[in-house]
């Protein structure tokens, strides 16, 4: 076969490619535009593993396809580089974590580009880079100077606000604001210092600052999200955490509920990433009602889609870290609710959501009223209820939910059916027949539609409570008690918050001794020396949240070195948005949420012309790891092969599959690996010792993480790149198996060995290519167009191996078939691709060539087969003229030697012809 030098030729083009800018794009508005985005990476100190490519190669396949095709192709590459590991690393070393940051960048990129991928490096981002922090920051700015008018259903600038004030008050602002904002007239508002104006203005700001239930970890010193909290413990370093209310930075998304649902059905996005947004933006239709304390001047307000059940109720419910637990509590029962407030802070709001089986609450000694009934009902706490969602209260109806009911049985409370209105099986599971049965009092015989109605007239007339809307959604906290994060260009006076002036942009971050907490508990920043204003005003210790740089970087990348706005008009109106986004649907409801929320806002105030940042998305799978073992004997330095090991009492060892080829391992390697089994026994089979397998996780602790590096130099980057794709489909997850990789291996080399003899010369003949051979390359055209627009990229791979085994038995060395094959082929293997491309006496690039042009001809057949059916059996193949009619087709199969001996001499009472397909005699 002949030899295809890999390495050679694939740091060659790379070299080539870098010299010549082959990648960079300009914003040339004469072609039509294709936006091709991945998820950027946090660069981690580990590097990337196999699974990591698998969307980039997929998204760089198609960004190549798209260029031959004609596009101008936008195909860029930067790094999320803020981050909780970075800090973590330099809290343990004292280590800056830009250098850290820099380092692992720096070796990201030499993976990146040893894969071959067409990045235009040019564009290159960091989100902890000033010059793109700095419209970080500004859009930050935007977001606090702005406010959300419901009439117009839009973001505004504050300014119309503040004029409205002026005028009018805010009687008639339709405003999304704080629950508790007091009504004031023009006169108040005029009449009131700045200070105090500011403080009103907090109320209706986009971003503000508010007394906030938050994810404390103490260990970490900072406040953590929901996603990065587990069981009660933090993601990254399993340190505890707490529930705590304190000061802190908020984004109002909760004004975008409704558009981020709703907008969901503009964007081509697979339906489990959408269900997760709408379940978690949680937009539910019901009644706040309220409750009156039994011997309290305090009522508790709740929320319920249900309000026709309200004489089921036989229990309330509140969330333990409510405000009024406190006050509510009977002194018999304060240390019984202390103690479980304790243990619910340490979970998490996930965990306490997920676990439906744990069935735990404490009396708290109190009582309500029905509003409806005016019946007793006992006041009780539980962590399957919590503060943020509704009003952190729950009237709990036992026999119409299963969560009050396991809870009714457990602390032995009442369980009624309510006849007539409610007829609660009708809408809901109904768990239990058992209990006493109670009337529907002003809501007798009315169906549940009409009994919700009803209530929610005789609410509103009695001052009970109000229809509303309601939404899980929370609005987004946004400061944390970091210091790797963008400063939050912020100063204060007298406790209220100002803005820097853009020219002062960037706030860099300062230099700080440690990038712990100060002894007094204030964030990394309160350690800086004069954090503060030129005239003293001291700046925001907190910074921004991970979230805050991802969420508009997809902008940048249309003008990534402009120093004047975070983009030109005339790029955002070229470019406008992200036409194929690829990347983890672990991102569900943090980036895939938040930065469809800025978008909206930069829309809102006439930024951008789109609302929506990315047509297209695909989730790629998982690739797992496929870890070995071998199997030691207990209480023995002994190791058994995989199929002698039930003979034997052993148990299974993780062995690094580095040192294992085809589950066969390398049994000197292996004691070099665990040193502690250099004297040990290994007992073969056949005199090899093979390995058991299992798929898992791709990790370190379990020594299943492959290098693509090591694949790269052994085999190639062209190989590596089609072997991830040939796996299975690039929305699945899949085992990786280094087993399998040999065979695209030898698939290149069979390519590249079209192009030469035996003797390894090039040789490519200028003879006009027979039929065949064209069939052979439009069949396969066709099939590469198709399988692109699909994504169906493994079977793109297989197509390509068919084809060239075709082309093999033909002895096919053609230019015409060989030329637009290699065009089909640089998407998957570029490398390649591009040597072939100059071998066949081309110029520039083949990045610049035109991908073939399918030609449907070459696949019409000359002759048809067709099967001749005698009284159902089947007796003859013919092959007939593709040009004959239906009579035609008849004569020359009936003629048939085979047809007619099974006719018997008999004439045939029906013949069918179904052209193209079969003929059907009956005799």
């Known amino acids: 076969m002949a030899e295809y030098k890999h390495l050679e030729v694939e740091k060659k083009w790379q070299k080539f490619w870098e010299e010549n800018q082959t990648y960079k794009v300009s914003n040339d508005t004469s072609k039509p535009k294709y936006y091709v985005l991945d998820m950027f990476p946090y660069p981690s100190g580990a590097g990337l593993h196999v699974g990591h490519p698998l969307g980039y190669i997929a998204s760089d396949i198609v960004s190549r396809f798209k260029r031959l095709k004609g596009f101008n192709v936008l195909h860029p590459m930067g790094f999320d580089s803020f981050g909780l590991p970075a800090e973590q690393y330099a809290i343990q070393t004292g280590q800056h974590p830009a250098i850290t940051t820099e380092t692992n960048i720096a070796r990201y990129k030499e993976q990146l580009t040893n894969l071959g991928f067409s990045y235009d490096w040019s564009r290159e981002v960091r989100t902890s880079d000033p010059s793109y922090y700095k419209w970080t920051q500004w859009i930050f700015k935007q977001l606090f100077n702005s406010w959300y008018n419901n009439d117009a259903n839009k973001a505004e600038h504050i300014d119309t606000l503040i004029a409205t004030f002026a005028k009018e008050g805010n009687a008639t602002v339709n405003a999304v604001c704080d629950e508790d904002t007091p009504a004031f007239s023009a006169e108040d508002w005029n009449s009131w210092s700045e200070e105090a104006q500011q403080k009103m203005l907090l109320k209706y700001r986009l971003t503000f600052i508010a007394e906030t239930t938050v994810n404390w970890c103490p260990a970490l010193g900072t406040v953590l999200s929901n996603d990065e909290v587990k069981d009660g413990f933090s993601e990254r370093g399993g340190h505890p955490v707490i529930k705590k209310t304190m000061p802190q930075w908020s984004m109002r998304i909760t004004a975008y509920a409704d558009r981020l649902s709703e907008d969901l059905d503009k964007v081509d996005w697979p339906e489990p990433i959408k269900d997760m947004q709408r379940n978690w933006i949680g937009k539910s239709f019901g009644a706040e009602v309220d409750f009156q304390l039994e011997n309290h001047d305090k009522k508790i307000t709740v929320f319920t889609t249900r309000i026709d059940t309200i004489y089921g109720v036989t229990f309330m419910v509140l969330a333990p870290e409510a405000d009024i637990v406190k006050e509510i509590t009977t002194p018999e029962q304060k240390t019984e609710v202390e103690a479980y407030v304790e243990v619910a802070k340490n979970r998490s709001e996930r965990e306490r959501m997920s676990d439906v089986k744990t069935v735990s609450g404490v009396f708290t000694g109190s009582y309500v009223l029905n509003p409806f009934s005016g019946e007793k009902v006992p006041v009780y706490i539980a962590d399957y209820v919590l503060a943020g969602y509704g009003t952190g209260a729950v009237m709990a109806v036992p026999s119409g939910d299963q969560r009050d009911f396991d809870f009714a049985k457990h602390f032995d409370l009442p369980i009624v059916q309510v006849i007539d209105a409610q007829k609660i099986t009708e809408t809901e599971a109904d768990p239990t027949k058992e209990g006493k049965m109670v009337n529907s009092g002003i809501l007798d015989g009315l169906a549940p539609l009409e009994a919700i109605q009803k209530a929610n007239e005789y609410i509103v007339e009695k001052g009970l409570g109000t229809p509303k809307v309601n939404y899980r959604m929370r609005d987004a906290i946004f400061g944390r008690q970091r210091y790797w994060g963008e400063p939050i260009p912020v100063y204060f006076k007298n406790g209220v918050p100002y803005l820097l002036e853009d020219e002062q942009l960037p706030l860099q971050l300062p230099e700080v001794d440690k990038y712990l907490p100060t002894e007094d508990g204030e964030p990394p920043l309160g350690r800086a020396e004069d954090w503060k204003t030129a005239d003293g005003a001291p700046y925001e210790l907190t910074t921004m949240p991970g979230w805050a740089g991802s969420s508009w970087y997809f902008f940048r990348y249309m003008d990534p070195n402009n120093d004047g706005e975070f983009a030109s008009k005339k790029a955002l109106d070229y470019w406008q948005q992200v036409d194929f986004y690829l990347g983890g649907s672990e991102h569900a409801t943090g980036h895939l949420l938040y930065s469809r929320f800025w978008t909206k806002f930069l829309f809102d105030l006439g930024f951008i012309k789109v609302d929506e940042y990315a047509k297209k998305l695909v989730n790629q799978g998982m690739i797992q790891g496929r870890s070995n073992m071998a199997y030691r004997v207990k209480n023995e330095n002994k190791y058994i092969s995989f199929g002698l090991r039930k003979d034997f009492d052993c148990y299974p060892v993780h062995v690094d599959v580095n040192i294992v080829k085809d589950d066969m391992m390398d049994v000197e390697a292996f004691k070099k690996f665990r040193p502690d089994s250099a004297d040990a026994e290994f007992v073969l089979e056949d005199g090899k010792f093979v390995c058991g397998w299992e798929v898992e996780k791709m990790s370190k602790s379990k020594y299943n993480v492959v290098n693509p590096d090591d694949l790269v130099e052994k085999y190639g980057a062209d190989t590596l790149r ?202």
Request: one cysteine or more; hydrophobic letters at 40%.
């Open 722 to 923: 089609m072997y991830e794709m040939f796996l299975g489909p690039i929305e699945q997850s899949k085992p990786w198996n280094t087993n399998g990789i040999e065979g695209v291996y030898k698939f290149l080399r069979k390519f590249w060995g079209l192009f030469h003899d035996k003797s390894d010369n090039f040789d490519v003949s200028d003879e006009k290519a027979s039929k065949d051979e064209m069939k052979v390359l439009h069949g396969l055209i066709k099939k590469i167009e198709e399988d692109v627009e699909r994504l169906s990229l493994n079977t793109s791979v297989s197509n390509f191996m068919i084809a060239v085994n075709e082309l093999q038995s033909l002895k096919c060395n053609k230019k015409e078939v060989l030329v637009p094959m290699t065009i089909a082929l640089a998407p998957y293997a570029p490398h390649l691709a591009e040597e072939l491309w100059h071998a066949l006496g081309n110029d520039g690039t083949v990045c610049d060539a035109t991908f073939p042009t399918f030609d449907a001809s070459y696949l019409v057949e000359d002759t048809i087969e067709y099967p001749v059916m005698v009284n159902g059996k089947m007796r003859a193949k013919v092959q007939l003229s593709a040009d004959l009619n239906p009579k035609e087709i008849e004569e020359q199969a009936l003629a048939h030697e085979n047809v007619q001996k099974w006719m018997e001499g008999k004439t045939p009472k029906k013949v069918i012809v179904v052209p193209k397909k079969i003929v059907n005699v009956v005799v």
